[in-house]
């Protein structure tokens, strides 16, 4: 390996974290500590897929069978988790229960382990097996 191809995942890293703090200035006037969280994950998403994207140009990477119903598994989950979450908010008077600190503390314990309970049940019953991820190679 070459040094060009050595620094090619640092310039890429500087490129993205250029990005993210433009999106900073662009989203978090609009959106608050929401646009900062929207900015860092979307820097990471770039990332992620620009480097992948570089592995698999350069052959270093070849996805063995099995990702892409893994792929669809999680996004089913990940879907059936945020629309939880998502009744979760527009259901419950979080800023009514501000007076009610352990109502508070419950209600979000409750949404929590439910959004846990729901994503790890759905990965189950679409047939991801748990022990996989804890073979060593």
């Given at each position: 390996m070459h040094g060009r191809t050595r620094a090619r995942p640092v310039k890429i890293?500087?490129?993205?974290?250029v990005l993210t703090q433009v999106m900073n200035a662009i989203f978090v006037p609009f959106l608050g500590h929401v646009g900062l969280a929207l900015s860092v994950s979307l820097g990471a998403m770039i990332n992620a897929i620009w480097l992948f994207v570089g592995?698999?140009?350069?052959g270093a990477y070849k996805p063995e069978p099995?990702?892409?119903a893994f792929t669809?598994?999680?996004v089913g989950a990940?879907?059936?988790?945020?629309?939880l979450l998502w009744w979760a908010e527009h259901h419950i008077d979080w800023l009514g229960?501000?007076?009610?600190q352990a109502q508070r503390i419950?209600?979000?314990?409750l949404c929590l382990g439910g959004a846990a309970l729901l994503y790890f049940g759905v990965l189950r019953v679409s047939g991801l097996k748990f022990g996989q991820f804890t073979r060593r190679g």
């Open positions: 890293a500087i490129v993205v974290l592995l698999k140009r350069a099995g990702w892409g669809l598994r999680v990940t879907t059936l988790l945020g629309a229960l501000a007076g009610h419950g209600w979000t314990a």
